[in-house]
């Protein structure tokens, strides 16, 4: 489960202080105008040390492109990426090769495979959306040539949702050793009606499950999503009108521009919940191998907050997924 996608698919690979992150992105269609320069500026929004309570890992994130893309066209065949690891520090993480942190995912992958890469994480670090991120950056500029932008924001970091006092939150988690989650806000423009698959490929069931698989996220909803749950049917009913060059359209958007499963023209709205980031700059309580208590002492480079790194990785995998319905959208008919 290292790939995502029908048509467009993305195949990502690497571990957290491995040599390289990378991917193949594939079924790309061919003759689109990528500009290097712009994913590199898109990639670069991820990169640490841009917000408070980042990660001090310096990572350059380079994005060298080795296939698939020609004097800035794709060529239709598959697009191969890397970006190198320059910065691990792997003796960060020597005490736990033999502990299960809480709240990561030592013990499961443990229990899955027998095996685990401790170093960072492995492949179970966030390290590994660098590669959504190329891959999601090159579909959105392929996006943008229909009409279509994607654009998400921090709605909320912790309790607070007001973005003056956000940075303030951060300082203060950080400063005390601990961690903030919040909400990310993402909006999709410009879709035409039509896109998703009925029952088991509704649009919003594969936008869920690619924000689901983002690390830390906990929770997906769009349009109005948990909210409707307290009101009435009439209170959130999405009525149909002629829009003024004649098309129809909703005068709400209670439904998050998508109904049936299908995105009905309007903006695709939803709302990505990220739980704090689970290591502590603090004394944490964990186990060894054998279930005996154990204490883990802070180290490694961290972030307090993922959130505003965590913009463009859920930009990536909205443009992946829409890319992708249109693409599908194509085989519909003759």
Known sequence: MNTIGKILTLTTFGESHGPAMGGVLDGMPAGVDIDLDALQRFVDRRRTGQT?????????????????????????????????????????????????????????????YGIRDPRGGGRASARETVARVVAGGIAMQALS???????????????????????????????EGDTLGGIIACAVKGALAGLGEPLFGKLHAQLAAAMMSIPSVHGFDYGD????????????MDLFGKRPDGSIGTVTNHSGGIQGGISNGEDITMRIA??????????????????????????????????????????AMAALVILDNCLIKKTNGL
């Open 52 to 112: 408070v309570g980042s990660s001090t890992r310096d990572e350059q994130d380079r994005v060298e492109v080795l296939s698939g893309i020609l004097q800035g066209k794709t060529l239709g065949t598959p697009i191969g990426f890397v970006v190198r690891n320059t910065d691990a520090r792997s003796k960060d993480y020597e005490q736990l090769a033999d502990c299960y942190r809480p709240n990561h995912a030592d013990y499961t992958w443990q229990a899955k």
């Open 145 to 175: 040539t229909l009409g279509i932008s994607v654009e998400a924001r921090v709605a909320q970091v912790g309790s607070v949702t007001d973005e003056r006092e956000m940075e303030t939150a951060i300082a203060e988690a950080q400063r």
């Open 225 to 236: 999503g948990f909210d409707m749950a307290a009101k009435r049917g009439s209170e959130v």
């Open 274 to 315: 990220f739980k704090p980031v689970p290591t502590l700059m603090r004394d944490v309580p964990a186990v060894d191998r054998d279930g005996n208590p154990v204490t883990l002492q802070p180290r490694g480079r961290h972030d307090a907050c993922v959130l505003h790194r965590a913009l463009p990785i859920v930009e």
